[in-house]
């Protein structure tokens, strides 16, 4: 279990200093938040929003409304605010780094617990598949070969279907502006041990 991203009022704070390179959506925020993280941690639409409403209550912050979208800029009273600030803002810009490489190292541990699976599995598939081989009557030399074509056959089909359905979920992701750096060290890892993993079991 993760422990909390931000205490009290510290999530007020730091989008305060978000808004302090320019105007920004509510989107663009929780993005850069999530950036910050390495995509470790990203807020929820129903955590920032009304966060920015009660900055904007407290004249910290004008919400400019356009089209469909609100874009978010601090007011001179947003600037004095930060600025008297800068010191808890230091201290806190300190315990999102430490709690950004807690959380790496979890999502690495996740990783390699999956992935140990993952070649436990694979190992358990190619055993099963030894087992059940049975040596070829007299007669029928060519048995084991044609198996083979038919696993091989399988195998593709399978890396196939895995390459069709993450470059959909890949491209509806982009479509969102949502891939994160995560999503693509996750791949790499889990590619490269799969990689590992089923040469392993190839003679």
């Known amino acids: ?18 808004l302090e390179s320019g105007p920004k959506h509510g989107y663009e925020l929780i993005t850069a938040l999530s950036d910050r993280f390495g995509g470790t941690y990203r807020p929820s639409p129903g ?13 910290l912050v004008q919400r400019v409304d ?25 201290h806190l810009e300190e315990g999102i780094a430490e709690s950004v490489r807690e959380r790496a190292a979890q999502v690495r541990e996740d990783v390699r617990g999956s992935m140990r699976g993952l070649r436990a599995d694979l190992a358990a598939a190619a055993q099963q598949a030894r087992a059940d081989a049975v040596p070829h009557p ?32 890949l491209r509806r992701a982009d479509a969102r502006g949502s ?20 040469r392993g079991t190839l003679r």
Not at 51 to 59: D, K, Y
Not at 66 to 90: D, F, I, M, V
């Open 138 to 169: 007299a007669g029928a030399p060519d048995e084991p070969r044609v198996a083979s074509h038919v696993r091989t056959k399988d195998a593709e089909a399978m890396i196939q279907r895995f390459r069709d359905e993450i470059r959909a979920d």
């Open 47 to 59: 955590t920032v929003y009304p966060r920015l409403a009660r900055l904007e209550e407290e004249g």
């Open 179 to 198: 891939v994160e750096q995560l999503t693509l060290d996750t791949l790499r890892t889990v590619l490269d041990s799969a990689l590992t993993a089923v």
């Open 66 to 90: 356009e089209e469909r979208k609100s874009t978010y800029a601090l007011t001179e009273a947003g600037y004095a605010e930060l600025n008297a600030r800068r010191a808890e803002l230091g």
């Open 1 to 18: 279990m993760m422990a909390p991203v931000f205490a009290h009022g510290q999530l007020r704070l730091y989008l305060l200093s978000l």
